[in-house]
């Protein structure tokens, strides 16, 4: 592993992940959780199936953090390769 794949840098890009989470309110319950991570800044779901989200932050946060902060709701965020150029 890289420090480029197992954290999320700062930038205009972010990191997208997938998630199982479908519901509406679900969704919110996960975004409420990554903003509470010192670090993150934005969370945008993204209008594909399956549902994923990307993720923007001011510095450097780990992956692991944000997996086991959706984790903790009974739901997976699975991180989806590197940034698009």
């Known amino acids: 592993m890289s420090y480029i794949s197992e954290n ?4 205009n890009y972010g990191k997208i992940f997938g998630t199982d989470a479908n519901k ?3 969704l ?3 975004k409420q959780h990554l903003l509470q991570i010192d670090g ?6 993204n ?6 989200f990307t993720v923007h932050t001011t510095k450097v946060v780990h992956i692991s953090e944000i997996e086991k902060k959706v984790r ?3 739901f997976h965020a699975v991180p989806k390769g590197f940034f698009r150029l």
């Open 8 to 11: 999320v840098i700062p930038g």
């Open 24 to 26: 509406k309110e679900d």
């Open 28 to 30: 919110m319950k996960v």
């Open 40 to 45: 993150i800044k934005e969370v945008i779901f």
């Open 47 to 52: 209008d594909t199936y399956p549902k994923e």
């Open 72 to 74: 903790a709701l009974g």
